[in-house]
């Protein structure tokens, strides 16, 4: 796996070196293994059994998910990749019915490469297109900050009347930066669970497209 993740990088940097800022459409932007220091996971009080999560701690480095291998979340002013933007989502099934809390999800900023000017992404639910991609945005979105290394968590507050779902279907939980000045720079993580294989979607601006399954992004959705 980490061979394949090291090559992926390494593509990814002479598509930039080749063509400037322009990526080529699909193009996987993927950041290097995390072998900074490590921050206890945070304590959250006890709350009820969420929607979905694939957050598992791993008895080896008590982190709640991998941080071997992500996948970049960038606003268009990054810095690792200016004038790139990189969005990820991926999909869970509701284990009942109600309306969103808060999300988190494994994200931060990456120091491994570089330092963005800005720490804000936007999370929302999407609704399933059926095509393997998220439909439409359902009910309001709201702002995460993507803490400074793992095992810590991000954290999107959608207060006490966040998006409505329902048991057994479908969403999506997607990650977007904006053109806003707290987002502009995001360079952040979406490090991956603990768990099996998933499908993912990316959009880098030119639509979502739907790639093999691989390794989910850490999250769970309350």
């Not at 070196?17 to 699909?26: E, K, P, S």
């Not at 598992?56 to 008590?62: A, F, G, I, K, P």
Request: proline content about 8%.
């Amino acid at each position: 796996m980490k061979g394949k993740f090291l090559l992926r990088t390494l593509c990814c940097l002479v598509a930039i070196m080749a063509c400037g800022t322009a990526l080529a459409q699909n193009r996987l932007l993927t950041p290097p293994q995390y072998k900074g220091p490590i921050a206890p996971m945070a304590a959250d009080a006890p709350a009820a059994a969420p929607f979905y999560s694939n957050l598992v701690v791993n008895t080896c480095t008590s982190c709640n998910y991998d941080t071997n291998n992500g996948y970049f979340i960038l606003g268009p002013n990054n810095c690792f990749a200016p004038g790139a933007t990189q969005w990820i989502s991926y999909p869970f099934v509701a284990g009942h019915t109600g309306n969103v809390r808060t999300v988190q999800l494994a994200i931060t900023q990456d120091t491994a490469i570089c330092t963005g000017t800005s720490t804000k992404f936007t999370v929302a639910i999407y609704s399933d297109a059926c095509t393997g991609t998220p439909g439409t945005q359902i009910g309001n979105a709201a702002i995460a900050t993507a803490p400074a290394a793992p095992c810590l968590l991000a954290r999107a507050s959608f207060g006490t009347t966040g998006p409505a779902l329902t048991a057994g279907t479908t969403y999506w939980v997607v990650v977007t930066t904006s053109t806003a000045a707290n987002q502009m720079g995001t360079t952040a993580v979406w490090w991956e669970a603990n768990s099996a294989p998933a499908p993912y979607n990316l959009n880098d601006g030119n639509g979502w497209v739907a790639f093999y399954p691989a390794s989910p992004g850490g999250f769970v959705v309350q």
